[in-house]
């Protein structure tokens, strides 16, 4: 079964095939007759070659692809430098490298916790990429808990106690509560008393809000989302497709 977006397009394809032959007289000047005849024509040669409508569709779905596409690339081109270098979003693998990849994230989504061993695996096999990890706690309260008590360990106790938080935030199997969030501190040798009291720090609230704002401007509403380089990357990857695209920026470099 066609599903129904595909359908309402295969409508709209319909109309745009017929459409050069009704601006080639004028429809409002034929009788009802006319017009009746008119629609009977196209209706039986669209039902004799349906593959017209097929066609047109495949290449409606390719335009706009190509134009969600381009229009990706200006978003990120026209906020390259918030992306990549915001001036507090942590940085992991290698600071200096000639690649950079950012990706929003949030802790509770679970295609962001399939993504994190690949991400691993990356940069585990390719010792010049710069990761910038954006907090964009969208699934709840629990999500937003998390980012602020990742965030606040980072202003409290420093990028590598950010990085040893974020890595256990992102695999944590129960909710993240007070509890749970002191036991990590306490696992993780932190002060969790001076974490949990940043949690709510403008600092804090305010780091979110500009990753929100980026978010909204560059049309992103889920997670896990990447930007590499300059090319939005909408969804999970797995570690072998980013290598290959890496891949194919260096070789366009050289």
């Given at each position: 079964?066609?599903?129904?977006?595909?359908?309402?397009?295969?409508?709209?394809?319909?109309?745009?095939?017929?459409?050069?032959?009704?601006?080639a007289?004028?429809?409002?000047?034929?009788?009802?007759?006319?017009?009746?005849?008119?629609g009977?024509?196209?209706?039986?040669?669209?039902?004799?070659?349906?593959?017209?409508?097929?066609?047109?569709?495949?290449?409606?779905?390719?335009?706009?692809?190509?134009?969600e596409?381009?229009r990706?690339?200006?978003?990120?081109?026209?906020?390259?430098?918030?992306?990549?270098?915001?001036?507090?979003?942590?940085?992991?693998?290698?600071?200096?490298?000639?690649?950079?990849?950012?990706?929003?994230?949030?802790?509770?989504?679970?295609?962001?916790?399939?993504?994190?061993?690949?991400?691993?695996?990356?940069?585990?096999?390719?010792?010049?990429?710069?990761?910038?990890?954006?907090?964009?706690?969208?699934?709840?309260?629990?999500?937003?808990?998390?980012?602020?008590?990742?965030?606040?360990t980072?202003?409290?106790?420093?990028?590598?106690?950010?990085?040893q938080?974020?890595?256990?935030?992102?695999?944590?199997?129960?909710?993240?509560?007070?509890?749970?969030?002191?036991?990590?501190?306490?696992?993780?040798?932190?002060?969790?008393?001076?974490?949990?009291?940043?949690?709510?720090?403008?600092?804090?609230?305010k780091?979110l809000?500009?990753?929100?704002?980026?978010?909204?401007?560059?049309?992103?509403s889920?997670?896990?989302?990447?930007?590499?380089?300059?090319e939005m990357?909408?969804?999970?990857?797995?570690?072998?497709?980013?290598?290959?695209?890496?891949?194919?920026?260096?070789?366009?470099?050289?």
């Amino acid at each position: 079964m066609i599903a129904l977006s595909r359908m309402a397009m295969i409508a709209a394809c319909a109309l745009t095939l017929t459409a050069p032959a009704a601006r080639a007289f004028d429809l409002n000047a034929m009788s009802a007759e006319e017009r009746e005849a008119f629609g009977e024509a196209v209706r039986s040669y669209l039902l004799e070659n349906p593959e017209v409508i097929l066609e047109a569709v495949d290449k409606l779905e390719q335009q706009q692809a190509e134009a969600e596409a381009a229009r990706d690339d200006a978003l990120v081109q026209a906020n390259l430098d918030e992306l990549q270098n915001d001036g507090y979003s942590w940085v992991g693998g290698n600071p200096e490298g000639d690649i950079t990849l950012v990706e929003f994230m949030d802790y509770r989504c679970g295609y962001c916790r399939k993504a994190a061993p690949e991400i691993e695996a990356l940069l585990a096999a390719d010792d010049n990429i710069r990761l910038v990890v954006k907090e964009f706690p969208i699934l709840g309260e629990a999500s937003v808990l998390s980012s602020r008590f990742a965030i606040a360990t980072r202003l409290v106790a420093g990028v590598e106690a950010y990085e040893q938080v974020h890595n256990t935030l992102i695999a944590l199997p129960t909710e993240p509560s007070e509890v749970a969030l002191r036991r990590i501190a306490d696992d993780l040798s932190l002060d969790g008393d001076a974490i949990l009291a940043r949690m709510a720090d403008p600092e804090v609230t305010k780091e979110l809000q500009r990753n929100r704002e980026l978010a909204q401007v560059l049309s992103i509403s889920g997670t896990p989302t990447f930007v590499l380089e300059d090319e939005m990357l909408r969804g999970y990857l797995p570690a072998d497709q980013m290598q290959i695209m890496i891949k194919e920026i260096r070789d366009a470099r050289s």
